[in-house]
């Protein structure tokens, strides 16, 4: 509530103006957009947002207005803001229990989300965010994904703007979102307006860096000028001197200067009469403390010595906080807490949220975080002590789904052992402040906010004086630590639990973490350490009785066997896994095994399509996007594996779709790379560009490296001879070289094709030949193909005519279940040229290899094997039978514009005119 000493609104316009302008962009051209308020306390954040509040409540049009405040308490609660907000739109009060809470959702949600299956997906996840619903999510984006929809819907209709107050408090997870919500709903009228004190940058200095969508606001100074003219309109008719004296104090910071007058007037040293406020005396003898903490506590002094106990009391609660806590903190009932309540308002120390839309409608709040803090400063160690068991006791004992304040409750408990470590009752607290750090931590878990999970169970491990309850939370610290990925303080916090549980003789357990630390390492792409790690922990783990972490450890095993090459490995671990996972009945263990295996069985397409099916209807039934888009991934694998790249592309759009409603940006880049490589095969060059751009043009963090997305991309740079940027290009995928066999496979593939397209003819072939090696340990013959096509075409510039006929006598030796149409054309295209260059017959390979590649929709191969066969045909004179192969190759390297190739065709042209010609 504002009112009472209300100052001007001075020194902002410039800034209000421009929050203003962003605001009607956003609506106008229907695009997300994020405006950071940044400035110290008492620069006028609040107030330039609650000008724009009432400026947004003035339109004609609707506007979806939602605002949600960080606390200070502990480190962020969990999503506490845009918690605030789901309520607001629901209007559910503090006071609402758990099914009253469910049923307003229920009917919000009907109102604005008409699609009944997208409800039942909305409505867990934003019951779970409030607290309201049991429920753990797999990932980050299983939640997001459902609250971007929750406030896209709406922005379907008319602009919302989200208000995120004290956003330097804010947890990670929070900050996540924001960034996510931004960065997805850039094609929604969804205005984000933040408010922080610059301690932001210290946790986030990349905050919104880069970003075309993003614009950041930091509150300077007020000139002295305008600290006189909110003097002015705050208080007209102070004398000249003492505004002078004000101005000069308050270095252009405007609450310092209402902050004073509001003190002289608690004091009664200054007083209305009329419209003017005049001095009750001499001028000189008025002290004005110097900084705006110490203003602060003039006013506290100020105040009757119940007032001042009070405010101590409601210092402890926090910023905010409601009657019921501040009765039971205070030993007042709540009607005799009323009379100094209305004094503290009427001196503007307090203020009240009137909002009825707000679900904390009648709370109060602090005027200023720093009074606050002023207040709680007067207290003694041994009050704050006293007073945080209170608080922890009264929050304890609150409403149902009390969950969500498991981080509050925990801090309080802290604070209090940390107040007295060495008292009498310091165990009680300590193991008091154990248990609450662990449920919080539950809750951020519970919540995929893995950062503060890893943080709240490192606390609670920190007070574990027992072992093994020690290693256990260390164990669970570092598993939170490795989905934030804060890879090295994962490794660091399994690491000292290892330690400790090997130490008391407890191997299994050891041996159950170092798999967790494996994982991790796998997650860094060391995938050498990681298998040799879960190597050993599974040989430890495997001779006990089954259970699910036995199964976990047994299919991540055959998944980093089969990356680290290591296939017989794979197979052995990954049927212990697939019968684990079905007598235990382990739905995302049992997709992910069957995933492996298909890997595993390549060579028989059937079977591994019928796995990798099996697989995603596992994973999609049970609600496991990372495991069904694995699988989907290596589906389309599996259809480019044999020459079915429409087949490919249509799964790959599909698992696209699921990536981007699930909002998982790791598997929307992979996803993007293979379509982009399958789209490259069809022909569909400028369109397989823009997906590789898609990836690599939005500066943002990702779990997978996305430098395999690169490749597709390098092709088409080499074929349309833009070398310079292909380089630049290789040079940013260099991570694949250092990764998995997979990767390094597909960059040797890339590198060999620019060391021919620069002259360094004999280090393509042998990298070609290396790159050849690795995709036959693979067992993926696509791309067996690819390497031994780039192998032979460096033979040929070497004229190793032999080096090109043992190639061929390679691949003629292949099983036949290896044999794929794609290699079949290639290899009937290289005869033909090795026929040419020997002046044999080639006319009939030749055609093979056209009339296969256009049965595969592969127009470049097509393209090539034209220019081919009529270069052959002219060196023959026969000209007249290579200008209709020249004319369609030129209409296709046109339309690619691959500009060296069409050249090449020109050429050609030129020399069949010359044949034509007469003597």
């Known amino acids: 509530m504002r009112g009472g000493l209300e100052p001007p609104f001075v020194g902002r316009a410039a800034e209000f103006r421009l929050v203003k302008d962003l605001?009607?962009?956003?609506?106008?051209?229907?695009?997300?957009?994020?405006?950071?308020?940044?400035?110290?306390?008492?620069?006028?954040?609040?107030?330039?947002?609650?000008?724009?509040?009432?400026?947004?409540?003035?339109?004609?049009?609707?506007?979806?207005?939602?605002?949600?405040?960080?606390?200070?308490?502990?480190?962020?609660?969990?999503?506490?803001?845009?918690?605030?907000?789901?309520?607001?739109?629901?209007?559910?009060?503090?006071?609402?229990?758990?099914?009253?809470?469910?049923?307003?959702?229920?009917?919000?949600?009907?109102?604005?989300?008409?699609?009944?299956?997208?409800?039942?997906?909305?409505?867990?996840?934003?019951?779970?965010?409030?607290?309201?619903?049991?429920?753990?999510?797999?990932?980050?984006?299983?939640l997001f994904s459902a609250w971007r929809i929750f406030f896209e819907r709406m922005a379907a209709r008319e602009p919302v703007v989200l208000l995120f107050e004290d956003l330097q408090w804010a947890d990670?997870?929070?900050?996540?979102?924001?960034?996510?919500?931004?960065?997805?709903?850039?094609?929604?009228?969804?205005?984000?307006?933040?408010?922080?004190?610059?301690?932001?940058?210290?946790?986030?200095?990349?905050?919104?860096?880069?970003?075309?969508?993003?614009?950041?606001?930091f509150l300077d100074a007020l000139a002295p000028d305008e600290v006189e003219e909110l003097l002015h309109g705050l208080a007209p008719g102070l004398p000249e001197e003492l505004r002078a004296r004000i101005v000069e104090r308050a270095e252009g910071v405007p609450l310092y200067a209402v902050e004073t007058v509001r003190m002289l007037l608690d004091r009664g040293l200054l007083k209305l009469s009329g419209d003017r406020y005049q001095p009750t005396g001499p001028i000189e003898s008025l002290a004005i403390p110097e900084t705006l903490q110490s203003l602060d506590a003039a006013r506290l002094d100020a105040l009757e010595p119940a007032e001042r106990r009070l405010l101590s009391d409601a210092a402890v609660l926090g910023k905010t906080f409601g009657r019921a806590g501040l009765a039971a903190l205070s030993g007042l009932a709540e009607d005799e807490l009323e009379p100094f309540l209305q004094s503290l308002l009427r001196?503007?120390?307090?203020?009240?949220?009137?909002?009825?839309?707000?679900?904390?409608?009648?709370?109060?709040s602090f005027g200023q975080d720093l009074l606050r803090r002023v207040a709680y400063e007067t207290l003694s160690i041994r009050e704050r002590k006293t007073r945080h068991l209170a608080v922890a006791a009264h929050l304890g004992a609150g409403r149902d789904g009390d969950e969500e304040i498991a981080a509050v409750v925990a801090a309080h408990y802290l604070d209090a052992y940390r107040a007295g470590p060495s008292d009498p009752d310091a165990p009680s607290l300590k193991a008091k402040a154990r248990t609450a750090l662990a449920r919080a931590a539950d809750r951020a878990a519970s919540l995929a906010s893995a950062g503060e999970a890893a943080?709240?169970?490192?606390?609670?491990?920190?007070?574990?004086?027992?072992?093994?309850?020690?290693?256990?939370?260390?164990?669970?610290?570092?598993?939170?630590?490795?989905?934030?990925?804060?890879?090295?303080?994962?490794?660091?916090?399994?690491?000292?639990?290892?330690?400790?549980?090997?130490?008391?003789?407890?191997?299994?357990?050891?041996?159950?973490?170092?798999?967790?630390?494996?994982?991790?390492?796998?997650?860094?792409?060391?995938?050498?350490?990681?298998?040799?790690?879960?190597?050993?922990?599974?040989?430890?783990?495997?001779?006990?009785?089954?259970?699910?972490?036995?199964?976990?450890?047994?299919?991540q095993l055959a998944r980093l066997a089969y990356f680290a090459g290591e296939r017989e490995r794979a197979i052995e671990a990954v049927e212990v896994a697939l019968d684990m996972a079905e007598a235990l009945r382990l739905p995302e263990v049992l997709a992910e095994a069957l995933t492996t295996k298909a890997m595993l069985g390549w060579r028989r397409p059937h079977e591994a399509e019928a796995l990798l099916r099996e697989a995603n209807r596992v994973a999609m039934s049970?609600?496991?996007?990372?495991?069904?888009?694995?699988?989907?991934?290596?589906?389309?694998?599996?259809?480019?594996?044999?020459?079915?790249?429409?087949?490919?592309?249509?799964?790959?759009?599909?698992?696209?779709?699921?990536?981007?409603?699930?909002?998982d940006r790791s598997w929307e880049a992979v996803v993007l790379g293979q379509l982009a490589d399958t789209l490259v095969h069809l022909g569909e060059w400028d369109e397989a560009e823009a997906r590789c751009h898609e990836v690599i043009d939005e500066p943002r963090e990702r779990l997978f490296p996305h430098s395999l997305s690169l490749i597709p991309l390098i092709r088409i740079l080499f074929g349309r001879g833009e070398l310079e940027q292909a380089r630049s290009v290789l040079s940013q995928a260099q991570p694949a070289a250092t990764s998995d066999r997979q990767s390094q496979a597909a960059y040797l593939l890339v590198e060999a094709s620019l060391f021919s397209a620069v002259g360094r003819t004999r280090e393509?072939?042998?990298?070609?030949?290396?790159?050849?090696?690795?995709?036959?340990?693979?067992?993926?013959?696509?791309?067996?193909?690819?390497?031994?096509?780039?192998?032979?075409?460096?033979?040929?510039?070497?004229?190793?005519?032999?080096?090109?006929?043992?190639?061929?006598?390679?691949?003629?030796?292949?099983?036949?279940?290896?044999?794929?149409?794609?290699?079949?054309?290639?290899?009937?295209?290289?005869?033909?040229?090795?026929?040419a260059r020997r002046n044999e017959p080639a006319d009939e390979d030749f055609d093979v290899?056209?009339?296969?590649?256009?049965?595969?929709?592969?127009?470049?191969?097509?393209?090539?094997?034209?220019?081919?066969?009529?270069?052959?045909?002219?060196?023959?004179?026969?000209?007249?039978?290579?200008?209709?192969?020249?004319?369609?190759?030129?209409?296709?390297?046109?339309?690619?514009?691959?500009?060296?190739?069409?050249?090449?065709?020109?050429?050609?042209?030129?020399?069949?005119?010359?044949?034509?010609?007469?003597?």
């Not at 496991?624 to 249509?650: C, I, K, T, V, Y």
Request: proline share 3%.
């Open 455 to 555: 943080r709240y169970f490192a606390q609670a491990a920190e007070l574990a004086e027992e072992p093994h309850e020690r290693a256990e939370l260390l164990e669970r610290s570092g598993r939170a630590a490795t989905q934030d990925g804060d890879l090295e303080q994962a490794n660091e916090a399994l690491q000292e639990a290892i330690d400790l549980l090997e130490a008391r003789g407890e191997r299994h357990a050891a041996a159950r973490v170092s798999a967790r630390r494996a994982e991790a390492l796998r997650v860094a792409d060391r995938i050498d350490e990681a298998f040799a790690l879960m190597e050993s922990a599974y040989e430890a783990l495997s001779g006990g009785e089954p259970d699910a972490d036995v199964a976990l450890v047994a299919a």
């Open 764 to 835: 393509a072939l042998a990298t070609a030949e290396q790159a050849l090696d690795q995709w036959r340990a693979l067992h993926q013959f696509h791309y067996v193909t690819e390497a031994l096509v780039e192998a032979a075409e460096s033979a040929f510039e070497l004229d190793d005519l032999e080096r090109v006929e043992s190639l061929l006598v390679t691949a003629e030796r292949f099983p036949l279940v290896q044999r794929r149409p794609f290699l079949d054309a290639q290899t009937a295209r290289l005869g033909a040229k090795l026929a």
């Open 347 to 364: 001196k503007e120390i307090l203020t009240i949220q009137v909002d009825p839309l707000s679900p904390e409608r009648n709370q109060l």
């Open 23 to 142: 605001f009607h962009a956003s609506a106008e051209e229907g695009r997300s957009r994020l405006v950071s308020i940044v400035g110290t306390a008492g620069a006028g954040k609040s107030r330039l947002s609650w000008e724009f509040e009432k400026y947004i409540d003035g339109l004609a049009d609707d506007v979806r207005w939602h605002r949600g405040r960080c606390l200070a308490y502990g480190d962020g609660v969990a999503y506490w803001a845009l918690a605030g907000m789901v309520r607001m739109r629901a209007r559910i009060t503090e006071e609402d229990h758990s099914e009253a809470a469910s049923a307003k959702l229920r009917e919000t949600l009907v109102g604005i989300v008409q699609d009944p299956e997208e409800r039942s997906f909305l409505e867990p996840r934003l019951a779970h965010l409030l607290g309201v619903a049991e429920r753990s999510a797999p990932d980050k984006e299983d």
């Open 172 to 217: 990670d997870g929070l900050l996540d979102f924001v960034e996510y919500l931004l960065d997805w709903s850039r094609a929604h009228p969804i205005f984000i307006l933040t408010l922080a004190r610059p301690e932001l940058a210290e946790r986030r200095s990349a905050w919104g860096a880069g970003r075309r969508d993003f614009t950041s606001l």
């Open 849 to 919: 290899a056209a009339r296969g590649f256009r049965e595969l929709e592969m127009p470049y191969w097509i393209g090539v094997t034209l220019i081919e066969h009529a270069e052959h045909l002219l060196q023959s004179g026969r000209a007249d039978e290579a200008e209709p192969l020249l004319a369609e190759a030129g209409g296709i390297f046109a339309r690619l514009r691959a500009e060296p190739w069409s050249t090449r065709v020109r050429s050609a042209g030129a020399l069949t005119t010359e044949t034509a010609s007469p003597n």
């Open 622 to 663: 049970n609600d496991f996007p990372a495991a069904a888009l694995r699988a989907q991934f290596n589906l389309s694998g599996l259809a480019m594996e044999h020459s079915r790249f429409r087949d490919a592309r249509s799964i790959l759009d599909e698992a696209l779709a699921l990536a981007r409603v699930r909002g």
